[in-house]
């Protein structure tokens, strides 16, 4: 079954210090996703994509953050001038259409520590 | 505010047992009711969706029921198996549905002892 991968599966960096997460997303999905969750909490939205642009954020999708496709393949997400509390899980998911009985499909996601 | 809460926060069975997992929810206007499976340290994976209309649905061990008038939902669990450990989540979507309006719960975090 076709899955979204996502890179690194752990990724350590310092204060202030930018990152980048590399999601690829099911080969066939239009609708690319971000989500985190902080350690113990609940899932958060962050941001949606959709023809090669954002059709959706969240409050937490602030200017630190940006997300890219910069190829037919792979989806990003850069968070700049890191800070202590962006330390969580991210994930990417991916879904076919963006209707309502359709499923989400997540990575594995990428632990990120800021140190 | 839209929310859902779940019940229990923990809970910890025999394997080859029964459980039931339940959500609540204050989501409007209402679009489909979703529960993921989420083992530690992966995504959290669809185990079923249901629309306001469907107030069953089955995913082989896996049933789950739904309410719209008491804005309820439950995930029951038959012949609980060791890998059934993880946490499940609620999730419902509101509006035209999709990702965006999409309201987490905290989940409900199983434990199957052998």
């Known amino acids: 079954e076709p899955e979204v991968t996502q890179t690194p599966s752990h990724q350590v960096t310092q204060m202030g210090q930018e990152v980048i997460l590399r999601c690829v997303p099911i080969?066939?999905?239009?609708?690319f996703y971000w989500y985190r969750q902080i350690l113990g909490q609940k899932v958060e939205f962050l941001v949606s994509f959709y023809n090669n642009e954002i059709s959706e954020k969240s409050e937490i999708f602030d200017d630190q953050f940006s997300v890219e496709r910069p190829d037919g393949s792979n989806f990003t997400l850069k968070i700049r001038s890191t800070k202590l509390e962006d330390s969580a899980m991210y994930f990417c998911?991916?879904?076919?259409?963006?209707?309502?009985?359709?499923?989400?499909?997540f990575g594995n996601g990428t632990r990120l520590t800021v140190t | 505010k839209n929310q859902v809460e779940q019940s229990p926060q923990s809970l910890i069975i025999l394997e080859g047992k029964n459980c039931t997992l339940q959500?609540?929810?204050?989501?409007?206007?209402?679009?489909?009711l979703r529960w993921y499976k989420q083992d530690t340290g992966r995504g959290p994976v669809s185990l079923t969706i249901m629309t306001f209309s469907e107030n069953t649905k089955s995913n082989g061990r896996y049933t789950a029921t739904l309410d719209a008038d008491t804005k309820q939902s439950s995930l029951h669990i038959t012949a609980s198996q060791l890998s059934d450990s993880a946490s499940y989540i609620c999730?419902?979507?509101?509006?035209?549905?999709?990702?965006?309006?999409?309201?987490f719960g905290k989940g409900t975090h199983l434990i199957i002892q052998p």
């Open positions: 080969s066939n999905h239009l609708y």
């Open positions: 998911a991916s879904s076919e259409t963006d209707n309502r009985n359709s499923p989400l499909h």
């Open positions: 959500c609540n929810y204050t989501v409007s206007p209402f679009s489909n």
């Open positions: 999730v419902v979507s509101a509006g035209g549905g999709g990702a965006d309006g999409l309201t």
